[in-house]
């Protein structure tokens, strides 16, 4: 069921990673939600919301600390993922409201995590009537062959990088300036 409001989730994860393959054993795994809600109408990001997820099947690495800024302490404080879902349910009303990320990575994995943990999808189905990749929005925004990252978005857009990259709320809220920025060029999707 979507909902007929103007707001969108506009999602980016964190997720377990490492320098090279993971450990025997190791998964990836979500350690951070990062969430920004946007008034399409209003073209304005209403609030930003961040959500740890403690990690089961592996552990944060050096390298994954040296990228995100998460360690293992920190995201031992989180919430399991299937309360991280119900959190995004009851409180963000995924499932409703559309939803984007930068590319297919955070469907991707919320599906995979989603499957092995046997927790619900947290953002209804079919996955392409309710996610956008604004990734591949931006690319036919701008007349680009090549698709780029957040962060090279930013800058061709003329935009500045607030907070730190690979920071899920950070991206999420620098993320959502992008999707605003195509929206006032008139190239963001109308979600029906």
């Keep these: ?17 490492w320098d090279g393959q993971p450990p025997p054993g190791s998964v990836h795994e979500i350690i951070e939600i990062g969430l920004t809600v946007v008034d399409v109408s209003a073209r304005r990001r209403v609030s930003r919301h961040r959500v740890l997820v403690r990690p089961v099947r592996s552990a944060v690495s050096n390298f994954c600390t040296e990228l995100t800024g998460l360690t293992q302490a920190e995201v031992d404080r989180g919430v399991t993922f299937a309360e991280a879902c119900r959190i995004l349910v009851e409180e963000h009303e995924a499932g409703r409201r559309p939803w984007a990320s930068w590319g297919e990575y955070d469907r991707r994995q919320f599906a995979r995590q989603s499957q092995a943990d046997g927790v619900a ?55 959502a300036a992008l999707v605003l920025d195509m929206v006032a060029r008139g190239a963001w999707p109308v979600t029906a």
């Design 121 to 175: 999808y947290p953002f209804g189905h079919p996955t392409g009537r309710t996610h956008t990749n604004a990734k591949a929005v931006f690319a036919e925004a701008y007349g680009l062959r090549k698709k780029p990252g957040m962060h090279h978005a930013l800058q061709i857009a003329g935009l500045p990088l607030e907070g730190r990259h690979h920071r899920g709320e950070d991206d999420a809220w620098n993320i």
């Design 1 to 17: 069921m979507r909902d007929d409001s103007p707001l969108l989730n506009v999602i980016d994860v964190e997720a377990t990673c």
